[in-house]
Structures are given as C-alpha cells and as structure tokens.
C-alpha cells in the first residue's frame, strides 16, 4: 500500500442539506479541507448531523487533520460538509491510504 497525494471538491447541490466528501470509503492519513474562494457563503464540515450550528469555514478558510502517525486514518466518507447556498463547497488534499 502506498500513500498518494489526491484532491477532490465537493459542492453541496442542496443548501441545508448534509452530504458526504465522498460516496465510497477514502481513508487518509492526513487531509486539508478548504471552503471554495468563490463561496456565496459559509460552509459546514462535521459527520451526518453537521448544520450550520457547528463547523462553520468561511471562503478560504481551511482545517486539517493528521500529519502524526499515532493518530490513524480517517474515512473521508464519514465527513459531510453542508452549505448556506447551493453549490458552494470545499476542496480537499489528502494523504491516500486506500488499499
């Protein structure tokens, strides 16, 4: 198994509804997620419960997760991110770890 440096943007199509970074398990060993620079709005990252009550990114604004190797994988698929506008969304760099 090797480790890839990927990207992947997800747009959420229905504001005010939650939707995961990716429909089929990504695991990464570290990952940055990035609201879009031409965001209407904020956008929401969180698991399935995310709204706009928590995990707020404003455009441009980034999180990251990883970069220790005591910290283990995350599935990119468990992370939703929702938005106040339709299409607006993030971009994602991640360290791939998938089988």
Do not use: Q
Not at 53 to 70: M, Q, V, W
Not at 74 to 88: E, H, K, T
């Amino acid at each position: 198994m090797g480790t890839t440096l990927k990207t992947l943007t997800k747009t959420v199509s229905s504001a005010g509804t939650a939707e995961a970074l990716s429909s089929s398990t990504l695991l990464a060993s570290s990952f940055i997620i990035r609201a879009m620079e031409d965001n209407t709005g904020a956008v929401y990252v969180g698991d399935s419960t995310v709204d706009n009550t928590s995990g707020k990114l404003e455009p441009r604004a980034s999180i990251s997760f990883g970069g220790n190797a005591n910290i283990g994988l995350a599935d990119l698929a468990s992370i939703y991110v929702d938005a106040g506008n339709n299409d607006d969304g993030v971009d994602v760099w991640y360290m791939d770890e998938s089988p």
